[in-house]
């Protein structure tokens, strides 16, 4: 039976509704979570029954050596019973290690397939996840709340097992003495009724703990991916003291959950403790009377001191059910989200060199040329690189955390879930009917809306102001799929001007990369997110500002350089730097939106009054030429060395 790793269909084309986590509520999740155990659980549980065999039968057994065999000197019966004692004891040892090793598997199971969920629903939302719901939310579903699900799948089972114990030695006391079973009885309902009172603060200040650490891991991920800026302009200090806070709060509200958990411990302990004490007096008197033997007074010791472990299982497991419950309700503001995007019944094929047309604000794209698009307002030309990649504009949507105010409780606060809850589902219907609406780019004459998204995405490559680098070596970074061949990877690394990048990492094309690219600069950053763009070779492509953090110098070589590069393929570029809109084909200027003016560079300046005033900056001039600067030319040759012929970087 292969298990591991949890096989996870939920949130892809095949899935079927089973696969999908139902989340209605925590419960049906928490619920839909041990399902996916399969028969993994239920094997857990039989192994878990006869693990607890032993500490079941143990104390009776020794009841009865010490009545037929020691009491009645018969050493025969004494052999007898040890012997069989020790029977049951290798088989509870044995079924121990079975039992151990199925719930760590349990565990996992759960943990990391909370984490694949997670995984399944970014990849299927896509840039949307990020907008609507804390990045430090997502973070906790993944990794804290997997964890707490994984530990409520031990527990369960453990709790089950012990559960079935607890009956058949509540049987066995009651056959013996009913006294005596009367109080074994009473013993478990009597910690429940006195714990219950302290579960409900308890999970509160365990709800707000999660809360307050979620968005501390938001704070983190900020702090840590802007870390170069804030050095630049001294805002560590007032960015450490609010994480500071933050941290102080989290631990503020650990503390009084955990005040919570340890009066529920304590009760625990202090029914445990008297029950164990009432035992043995009532077991002493029963001797005295006559009604006892001293066997089955030993075998009630065994079973008062076998229960304290029951009992201690049973508070367990309200904490880690209440823990989960919290977690799963987290989960569910991630997980029942829909992608905004609904697949055309009659998908069209995408038109190859074809030109492309935004309706909302005018714009024409030529195929196989290369446009440039400026703007006075950059969020302008921004969204017009999100309408042409079929991608939803940033202002699109509104959180769905299910974060409740603290100062919300009972009642107010479940009325605030329940309208958090409808927020989510009207977002949801939204996005469909938005889905089945045209888009509003066209392509040859055919939406946008009625291609598939996964072939919109491989022809048609957006680059943005916000790219994501991730840790590994520069050949994954430039090259994630594997695809590039030496010369494609020599020609992207000249056009994005990134030899310098290249140079910055010991081992070439081996050498790592820290998460986010925090070890280079923002221009090689910026040269190393267009040199993969370029590698991608996509049939239209959208750069967005590709080298508002490069140096002039920088940037020529990259502007004179893109047009052969891209030559025969569309290439959109939205910019107002002179030094690149110098090689456009065609520049295209955005009024308030809308496309009011097309031509080349040289003649808008003179002629656009409008366009001066966006493109003219400082000292540049309409007569600026970049230099040409080949510099780097005899170290591009050089580069290839560290490739054989049939060696992709």
């Known amino acids: 039976m292969r298990d591991f790793p949890p096989e996870i269909r939920a949130f892809t084309d ?3 509704k089973a696969d999908e986590p139902d989340t209605r509520s925590p419960r049906t999740f928490l619920r839909w979570m041990v399902r996916q155990q399969g028969a993994l659980f239920w094997a ?10 032993p500490q079941t039968l143990g104390p009776w057994m020794v009841g009865r050596a010490i009545d037929t065999g020691i009491i009645a000197g018969d050493a025969s019966a004494t052999l007898r019973w040890v012997l069989i004692l020790g029977a049951v004891t290798a088989i509870g040892a044995m079924s121990g290690v079975v039992y151990h090793t199925i719930i760590v598997r349990e565990w996992l199971i759960a943990l990391y397939g909370t984490t694949k969920l997670v995984t399944r629903k970014a990849l299927q939302l896509g840039h949307i996840l990020t907008r609507r719901t804390p ?3 997502v973070l906790s579903v993944s990794g804290s709340d997997g964890d707490q699900f994984g530990a409520l799948m031990e527990v369960t089972t453990r709790a089950i097992s012990q559960f079935v114990a607890y009956l058949v030695v509540a049987g066995i006391v009651l056959s013996t003495s009913v006294r005596m079973g009367v109080l074994v009885l009473l013993a478990a309902p009597l910690l429940v009724v006195l714990g219950t009172p302290l579960l409900r603060p308890m999970q509160r200040w365990q709800g707000i703990e999660r809360s307050r650490n979620s968005e501390l891991t938001s704070m983190a991920t900020d702090i840590v991916a802007g870390l170069r800026i804030l050095r630049g302009i001294g805002g560590e200090d007032t960015f450490g003291g609010n994480y500071a806070d933050q941290s102080q709060r989290v631990r503020h509200s650990g503390v009084l959950a955990g005040k919570w958990y340890g009066a529920v411990e304590a009760v625990g302990v202090l029914i445990s403790g008297g029950f164990v004490v009432v035992l043995m007096w009532l077991g002493t008197r029963e001797v005295a009377e006559g009604r006892l033997t001293v066997g089955q007074f030993v075998s009630f010791l065994g079973y008062g001191l076998f229960l304290l472990a029951p009992m201690r299982t049973f508070v367990e497991f309200a904490l880690k059910w209440i823990r989960s419950v919290v977690s799963a309700r987290k989960a569910i503001a991630v997980l029942s989200q829909r992608p905004p995007w609904v697949e055309p019944e009659h998908p069209h094929a995408f038109p190859s060199m074809a030109p492309i047309v935004d309706e909302a604000s005018g714009a024409v794209f030529e195929p196989g040329r290369l446009t440039m698009v400026v703007s006075a307002v950059p969020d302008d030309s921004a969204a017009l690189a999100d309408r042409l990649g079929r991608y939803l504009p940033s202002d699109e949507g509104t959180l769905v955390s299910d974060e409740i105010p603290e100062d919300l409780k009972g009642r107010a606060a479940r009325r605030e879930r329940s309208r958090r809850t409808v927020q989510r589902e009207e977002q949801a219907r939204r996005d469909e009917e938005r889905a089945r609406q045209a888009w509003g780019v066209t392509v040859g004459g055919v939406d946008l809306g009625a291609i598939r998204l996964d072939e919109v995405r491989r022809h048609v490559l957006v680059s943005d102001t916000a790219p994501q680098v991730f840790a590994g070596t520069l050949r994954d970074a430039v090259d994630p799929l594997g695809r590039l061949t030496r010369s494609g990877a020599e020609l992207a690394l000249h056009t994005a001007a990134a030899e310098d990048v290249f140079d910055a990492m010991p081992g070439g094309w081996q050498g790592e990369l820290d998460e986010r690219g925090r070890g280079l600069s923002g221009g090689q950053r910026q040269r190393l997110v267009l040199m993969r763009a370029l590698a991608a070779d996509p049939e239209v492509l959208v750069l ?21 590069h891209r030559d025969g393929r569309t ?14 084909d065609d520049v295209i200027l955005l009024e308030h939106g809308k496309a009011t003016t097309r031509g080349r560079h040289v003649d808008l300046l003179a002629s656009s009054a409008a366009y001066r005033s966006v493109v003219v900056r400082g000292e540049v001039t309409a007569t600026h030429q970049p230099t040409h600067d080949d510099s780097n030319g005899s170290h591009h040759d050089h580069l290839i060395t560290h490739f054989s012929e ?4």
Do not use: C, F, K, Y
């Open 14 to 16: 095949g899935a079927t």
């Open 44 to 53: 857990g549980l039989l192994v878990a029954i006869v693990w607890m065999v």
């Open 135 to 137: 990045t430090g939310e």
């Open 544 to 564: 967005v500002e590709p080298t508002s953090a490069v140096d002039a110098h920088t940037e020529a070589r990259i502007a004179e350089r893109l047009a052969p």
């Open 571 to 584: 290439t959109i570029v939205m910019t107002a730097s002179p030094l690149l809109l110098h090689h456009a």
């Open 646 to 649: 049939e060696e992709a970087p």
